[in-house]
């Protein structure tokens, strides 16, 4: 039988020890660049989600004069009940107009933040806020100015107006619950 040479021997127990220590060094390597690329995810998710919540609240901080105006113009209180089918006083409607408009360039200026931060079903639903509160808007301007030019409104006022106030909560309530939907998946 022949015999190995213990030097080449040493030699290539020296080899395997070599290469098993690269192979230890390079896996090591991999898992540490892994494990930092996942924490950076995480870390951007917490952010994003915290600037997210921040353009969230302000949103609905600009929406928040809105809840005056439908106090005052929609659920006004009337002592005879045909009193309620007509609009209130013009001084009260213009008013209600000009908080409005505060209102929806408040609304416009927040809403594209929205844009930014995403994600785009709030975007969409915070568009939809601002364009309700709009048309309501434009609703009561059309009734102050038929009221300064002296026509009567017709009984369909009040319908009109239900509607366009319906339309402005059922789209707050909608970005509302979006907005909630993001905010409660994990990132």
Known sequence: MDRVDPGWAALAGAGVGVVGTLCTSVLTYAATRRQARDQGTVDHGRALRSERREAYLLFMAAAEPVDGVLHRVAHQDAEVASARDAPPPAAVLSAAVEELGTAVDALYKAQARLDLMGPESVAAQA???WSDVRSLRTYLERTLRGMRE???PDGGYRTGL???VDAVELSREKFARCARRVMETPP
């Open 127 to 129: 568009v939809n806020v």
């Open 150 to 152: 002296g026509e009567v």
């Open 162 to 164: 239900e509607d366009a």
